[in-house]
């Protein structure tokens, strides 16, 4: 069975360019979530989606950062302008649980910004 | 306060050894936790469930203690292969829906 799909695995972009972070959930899971991680604070949630639609997206960091889940199966995430200290592994996961017992987690987009 | 502490480590034991890590959490209203497991440069994985009772999985053994707001997190007979950092996951529910919270992680590495 496919997992979560995350798009691009890796990125270096440079300062002040858009990043687009792409993700596909499990086939059939409600909620889809993402995350950030980097070594100084740990995994963060920034936003998570049921049945597509944002319920939570108080750990946004800033107006640059932009989520969006048009249909079950694709969602977005995007940096706007981008800046060195988004530089972060960023993990899609979903989940079919509502109460959240178990998360897939995709292989993450490795993102550098210089 | 962080809503889910861990002690960062590392933790560096021999093989055979047995090792514990701990977490605390800060919301009451928490409903569900976990352990997940993350191996360098991978993603995380849920390690088991944790339930008021305890439970047991293999090597694993994973305490709740609500009244403390405390989990842990015992194993048994380390492994080489058991070297990884293991996140303490809280599940809190709201009005909204739900909320899930990792720890920071406790890293540990097993030597031989």
């Known amino acids: 069975d496919a997992g979560v799909i995350q798009s691009p695995r890796h990125e270096v972009t440079e300062m002040g360019q858009e990043v687009t972070l792409r993700c596909k959930p499990i086939?059939?899971?409600?909620?889809l979530f993402w995350y950030r991680q980097t070594m100084m604070r740990g995994l963060e949630l920034l936003i998570y989606?049921?049945?597509?639609?944002?319920?939570?997206d108080s750990g946004m960091p800033e107006d640059r950062f932009s989520a969006k889940m048009p249909n079950a199966s694709f969602s977005t995430l995007k940096i706007q302008p981008s800046e060195p200290r988004d530089s972060a592994v960023y993990f899609c996961?979903?989940?079919?649980?509502?109460?959240?017992?178990?998360?897939?987690f995709g292989e993450g987009s490795w993102l550098t910004v210089v | 306060r962080k809503e889910v502490e861990q002690d960062p480590g590392p933790f560096n034991v021999p093989e055979g050894a047995t090792v514990a890590f701990n977490c605390t959490y800060s919301n009451s209203a928490s409903q569900s936790f976990f352990w997940y497991r993350q191996d360098c440069r991978k993603e995380p994985k849920l390690l088991m469930s944790?339930?008021?009772s305890g439970n047991e999985d293999g090597r694993f053994t994973a305490q709740l203690n609500r009244a403390s707001q405390y989990i842990s997190l015992l194993i048994r007979d380390s492994k080489l292969s058991d070297s990884a950092t293991y996140l303490c996951v809280v599940n809190v529910g709201g009005t909204g829906g739900f909320k899930t919270i990792f720890g920071a992680g406790t890293r540990l590495f097993v030597k031989a």
């Open positions: 086939s059939g899971h409600n909620s």
């Open positions: 996961a979903s989940t079919p649980d509502p109460v959240g017992n178990t998360i897939y």
């Open positions: 944790v339930y008021s």
């Open positions: 989606f049921n049945n597509n639609v944002p319920i939570d």
